[in-house]
């Protein structure tokens, strides 16, 4: 079964908007929540990642929000563009082993 | 650093051979490697685990003598597919975690597709 589950499925965003992608998860054993970025025929690629312990990250123009009690986190990635076109999965683990992923998140960003 | 090479990027071959898949970890030594399979549009599933030294640890549902995993050395993992038939076709993937860094961080390869005719 889908440990991690993600929405929207896709999503279109005007350049300069913000794109928010949102994750939840039930096992409350996983310890790391990180996000990747993936353009077509490309292998993923991390971009920004949280642990259990804080409630935000952010790094440039993309932020983690994570909620803990509602077992939930989001991305945030501000003042979209173009280039941030790409497809989006969040993934969870526990203790390092095996990420399990969200079912991606194709974003489109309009000029 | 942290770089991790896929070869080949793309391969054809006839249905019934056989096809190998190299993972190298290039700057760093990668105790552990995960290989994942990808539809389109679809999410990364994962196959197995391999560890340097030992057998793969696969998922179930995945045929482990049909995809044969061999992690002989702390920076190369080889993914064979025997016997490939066209429900074989898909992008594969695989990623490393190194040895001495957080047990969190994966490298991901760039993806090897293979299409079976």
């Known amino acids: 079964q889908q440990q991690v589950k993600q929405s929207p499925q896709s999503l279109i965003v005007q350049k300069g908007g913000i794109s928010i992608i949102n994750c939840a998860y039930e096992?409350?054993?996983?310890?790391?929540f990180p996000w990747y970025q993936q353009f077509p025929g490309k292998g993923p690629a991390l971009l920004i990642a949280i642990r259990p312990d804080v409630s935000e990250k952010k790094e440039g123009r993309f932020t983690i929000s994570f909620n803990k009690s509602a077992k939930q986190f989001s991305l945030h990635i501000m003042d979209s563009q173009p280039g941030d076109s790409a497809t989006y999965f969040c993934a969870a683990t526990n203790s390092g082993y095996a990420l399990n992923f969200g079912k991606g998140t194709s974003l489109l960003v309009t000029p | 650093g942290a770089v991790v090479s896929q070869h080949p990027s793309r391969v054809i071959c006839k249905s019934g051979t056989s096809v190998k898949i190299e993972c190298r970890s290039l700057d760093f030594q990668a105790t552990t490697m995960f290989w994942y399979r990808q539809f389109p549009k679809k999410s990364l599933m994962l196959m197995a685990t391999?560890?340097?030294?030992?057998?793969?640890?696969?998922e179930q549902g995945v045929e482990k003598d049909k995809f044969l995993i061999n992690h002989a050395s702390l920076t190369l993992s080889t993914l064979t597919v025997t016997s490939a038939h066209p429900e074989d076709s898909s992008f594969y993937i695989c990623?490393?975690?190194?040895?001495?860094?957080?047990?969190?961080?994966?490298?991901f390869g760039p993806g090897t597709r293979l299409t079976v005719t």
């Open positions: 096992n409350t054993a996983f310890d790391y």
């Open positions: 990623s490393a975690r190194a040895s001495g860094r957080s047990p969190y961080e994966q490298y």
């Open positions: 391999s560890n340097e030294g030992s057998k793969a640890t696969y």
